[in-house]
């Protein structure tokens, strides 16, 4: 079955550190961007980061010089280092598989998330 | 930095309702845009991609249309599956995205 399963999430203090991990199957991992997006609760979604299938790496501004994004996919895995934390990375991560076709992309599959919670 | 503004942020409506929610780019983004539908306590799901292309499996009452800075995503008869939160998200910008707020659409 193709699938993403996110693992790792949990409640943490402020300043701590949380990482994040992404179980891919189904379809052949490495050659397919990759996207962290999160949704704080009750709110809309905010891209987090992506990482190429050449190890590239990019972040958004709010997570920049804090977030790690990597991959291994010897095991099919996406990760997600997350250091000093906020209370406002509060959120559900979702991976999510980037579709290239034609000059176009698109997030065509996504795990169920796995919640965030910053608080002391 | 690239603003997705969609309008109206909630909409109430019946069953068999024909509704339209639209998007703004707040730079030209070609049809580099695509839509997605997310109900309560599930991951979002992609309906439409380059503006106006219907991804595999979804219901064809599903349409998208725009180019350049105004996208639109019409539900032509609402059904009772279809009462969720959509959003628009660019990708002109690849590999960074952007998403709109996001349009709750609620039963009337």
């Known amino acids: 079955e193709v699938q993403l399963v996110e693992s790792g999430g949990g409640l943490v203090q402020p300043g701590g550190s949380l990482r994040l991990s992404c179980a891919a199957s189904?379809?052949?991992?490495?050659?397919?961007?990759m996207h962290w997006v999160r949704q704080a609760i009750g709110k809309g979604l905010e891209w987090v980061s992506t990482?190429?299938?050449?190890?590239?790496?990019y972040y958004s501004d709010s997570v920049k010089g804090r977030f790690t994004i990597s991959r291994e996919n010897a095991k099919n895995s996406l990760y997600l280092q997350m250091n000093s934390l906020r209370a406002g990375d509060t959120a559900v991560y979702y991976c999510a598989r980037v579709h290239y076709a034609d000059l176009h992309w698109y997030l065509d599959l996504w795990g169920r998330g796995t919640l965030v919670t910053v608080s002391s | 930095d690239f603003q997705m503004t969609q309008s109206p942020s909630s909409l109430s409506a019946s069953v068999g309702d024909r509704v339209t929610i639209t998007c703004r780019a707040s730079?030209?983004?070609?049809?580099?845009l695509n839509w997605y539908q997310q109900k309560p306590g599930t991951a979002p799901k992609l309906l439409i991609y380059?503006?106006?292309s219907l991804q595999s499996g979804v219901p064809s009452r599903f349409s998208g249309s725009g180019s350049g800075t105004d996208f639109s995503l019409t539900i032509s008869s609402l059904q009772p599956e279809d009462f969720a939160t959509y959003y628009c998200?660019?990708?002109?910008?690849?590999?960074?995205?952007?998403f709109g707020q996001g349009t709750k659409l609620e039963i009337k």
């Open positions: 380059v503006a106006s």
């Open positions: 990482i190429g299938t050449a190890g590239d790496t």
């Open positions: 189904g379809f052949t991992f490495s050659s397919y961007d």
């Open positions: 998200q660019q990708s002109y910008t690849n590999p960074m995205y952007t």
């Open positions: 730079q030209s983004i070609g049809r580099y």
